[in-house]
């Protein structure tokens, strides 16, 4: 981003810079009148250039009989060594510490969020949010990643390296909508704070009334005032837990075997739904050949609040219905692209 590389640039050379042109200043008047005003404006820019730039030509204004000519002389020299020995360190430190190629990959990455569309937003990636990213990764879905705190984005991309990021508030507009806030299709507000999770859900849905929003709740007391403000879904992860902790205990072989389908890393299955467009002409499920995709299992459709699991041959597939399937990301794009749907 233009707007980084410039805030970098100044942050590192326009003191520096600013007390350069001061010497310069400074040692060109005095020169002029050290010179009784017999020399232009040049030879005077000259004489400071070349005393603080340690070249030594010699004086190019006559200094005998001048003493306070050569305190000056000796004045301009220690200052301006000095300044040019600061912007020659920060500019090795820019170049050698990274920071120039960091604010290149920061505009490489604006670009590549400016270029996103139907992609989730991640706000906060501490705890619950660490893994909303790992599993968007794992099953192939675009995401940006909102926290204010570096090292936990550092934590994120040790494992996703290709993330895209932005270090900043997710309650600010503007790093909402250069996240894509506009284009995107979901937002997650998972920072560990419940009041924060409110105000990232309010601002999402001021910015983009349409965009789903699913927020984290820790307290269960707030769960009513976190949907008032926007969040269309609320998860507690105490209640969720809670749940987990029951099914290991009554279910234990259900479990193990949603852990191993989540742990897999070759077939990576997942359970995901598959909308169907409204234009869908009404068809049997028989007659749409779904065994071509060997990776998918069709497990239930869902229309509108009824559910048929395990649909029969027969069961007429009509727009507005979804398809709940265990696939791969893979056959998931295949699904969606034989339905024309991208929902």
Known sequence: MKSKILHVFYRKFTTGFTLLAIILGTGTTGYWFIGDRQYTILDCFYMTFTTISTIGFGEIIDMSGKPYGRVFTMLIAFTGIGV?????????????????????????????INNMSNHYIVCGVEGDGYYIVHELFATARQSVVIDIDRKKI????????????IEGDATDNNVLISAGIMRAKGLFASAGDDHHNLVVGLTAKQLNPGIKVVARCKEIKNKEKIKIAGADVVVSPHFIGGLRMTSEMVRPAVVTFLDTMLRDREKNLRIEEVAIPEDFKIRQLGSLNLGKFSSSLLLAVKKNKDWTYNPP?????????????????????????YFHTDA
């Open 84 to 112: 040019l020995t600061y912007l020659l360190s920060n500019f090795t430190a820019f170049i050698v510490g990274g920071e120039l190629k960091e604010a290149f990959e920061m505009k490489n990455m604006e670009s590549k």
């Open 154 to 165: 550092d934590r994120v991309l040790e494992i996703c390296p290709e993330q895209l990021y």
């Open 313 to 337: 041959e027969h069961h007429a597939i009509t727009p507005g219905s979804v398809l709940i399937f265990m696939t791969t990301p893979e056959e998931r794009a295949d699904l969606r692209n």
